[in-house]
């Protein structure tokens, strides 16, 4: 129904800054929330950040308030999450997800490929 494609992951120094992009395509529904998961190496995945259809709410790990920032641009079908402060904890690949309605409680049903984020030290 939908299809979710991920880019702008890569390879960047501790401090520094990547904006990622996630941006929907197919048969998109009218409302839709937008979240960002992560999943390291041998880890579960995590959350990350969310924000619902307006973009007046997100929500944020405590990991990452105040280093990061997700957006979005509807007439576009486009979320970004603008990742500030990198630390290489942050490393990991990096996947946007969706669900109807303009609400960011799960489950999300439809989710992108991932795209790596690697911090160096």
């Known amino acids: 129904q939908v299809q979710l494609v991920e880019s702008g992951g890569g390879l960047v120094q501790a401090g520094g800054s990547l904006r990622l992009s996630c941006t929907a395509s197919g048969r998109t529904f009218s409302t839709y929330a937008m979240a960002w998961f992560r999943q390291a190496p041998g880890k579960e995945r995590e959350f990350v950040a969310a924000?619902?259809?307006?973009?007046?709410?997100?929500y944020y790990a405590d990991s990452v308030k105040g280093r990061f920032t997700i957006s979005r641009d509807n007439a576009n079908n486009t979320v970004y999450l603008l990742m500030n402060s990198l630390k290489p904890e942050d490393t990991a690949v990096y996947y946007c997800a969706a669900k109807p309605g303009v609400g960011v409680r799960g489950p999300y049903d439809y989710w992108g490929q991932g795209t790596q984020v690697t911090v160096s030290s």
């Open positions: 924000i619902n259809w307006s973009g007046g709410s997100t």
